[in-house]
């Protein structure tokens, strides 16, 4: 299939595996969907969303979009346009980073997010830096944002594979899941202003003619120079999937392709695999010591199951048991465990001894020797010393006697 925005993917976040995917390593403007890693790195500086923020003039301070954005006006990345949105913060208002994390990522608050950034590190520039420090560390090797809340910025670009490991990782983050899949959100009242009610804006979450039951998030995003954007999570029968589109022609279009993306992915079908049977699969190690060969087979058939557009390259790896001498037949001797490309143990089974063994004599009569030897170390080692004392006083009494004068 395709889809209308200039940019996408599709992701298994459990797995990391790439279901479907358009020049999804090609930089772009995410617009508002920058809001991700401005709430994913406030959760991973702050534990305490109870601490009070300060909004500053400069943190909501709002000029048009020609001022910010002429070449030499002077004004920082960060600075607000008019028609942006907002979560209603006032110059000296206090609010909790709670508040103001529910009002960035649900009322899509570029305020919020200026607020956030000069509390986290006590200026919005530093902020950024960090934050994208943070991001290269993840692994996000074609990022750069200008500003913490994604209005147009020449150089604030992402891709959307990046984009979609941000969200990879910042839905493992449980007050994060929580935070994005949020339909409505009672604002507290203020020192300000009276309480009110912050929205969801992502159409997935809410009744109505795009509703998704299986979406669980994440963000939406629109600014005239980025086009309308989308970063949607759904959750179906224990897979979670991310979905990243860039740059689609209208509002309605990215919700359309966004579902269709998720129902293809888990309309599919999954195929199951036989890799190794207990009936013709058998294997066989050298044992020091032993009368034969140790022979043994699988306990049960291996199987893999995966969906077509998610099958991996698996590895086979023996890990055979220490064994002693008798080896019972249907003994455990090992596991053979299948692992897919990054490691994990998808499968595993046990190895079973295929006949009884028993060592060869002369082994088993040096073994045994051996293990007595352990056993009385401490008595043989004194009947030693002492038989070299015993040895040594008799030197010495039975010697003869130097009969030599001098004169």
Known sequence: MDVSASSAILLNAKNGKILYEKDAHTQKNPASTTKIATAIYLLERKKNLEEIATAT?????????????????????????????TAWVKAGEKNTLRTLLYGLMMQSGNDAANVIALHVSGNIEKFMDEMNQFMREKGLK??????????YHREHMTTAFDMAKLTQY??????????????????PETNKQPATQFVQFNRLLKSGKYYYPKAI???????????NCLVAAAEHEGRLLISVLFNCPTSDQRFKDTIA?????????????????KEYDHFSKEIEGAERVLEASLQEDLYVEYFPSEESTYKAVLDWSPCNFPIQQGQKVGVLKILDETGAICKETALLSKYPIKGKMAYQAMKGFKAWLRTHAVTVVSLFLLSLVVCAIFYILLRPKNRAKFF
Do not use: W
Request: aromatic letters at 8%; a positive charge.
């Open 170 to 187: 910042a839905m493992q983050n449980p007050i994060f899941r929580d935070v994005v899949k949020t339909v409505s959100y009672p604002r």
């Open 142 to 151: 074609s990022t750069n944002f200008t500003n913490p809340h994604g209005l």
């Open 217 to 227: 998030g994440v963000k939406t995003g629109s600014i005239a120079l980025a086009g």
């Open 261 to 277: 993306l998720f129902e293809k992915a888990f309309s599919e079908v999954k195929t199951r695999r036989k890799l190794f049977t």
């Open 57 to 85: 003039q400069d943190c909501i301070g709002v000029v048009s979009p020609e001022v910010r954005r002429a070449p030499k006006g002077g004004h920082p990345s960060y600075r607000l346009e008019t028609r942006g949105t």
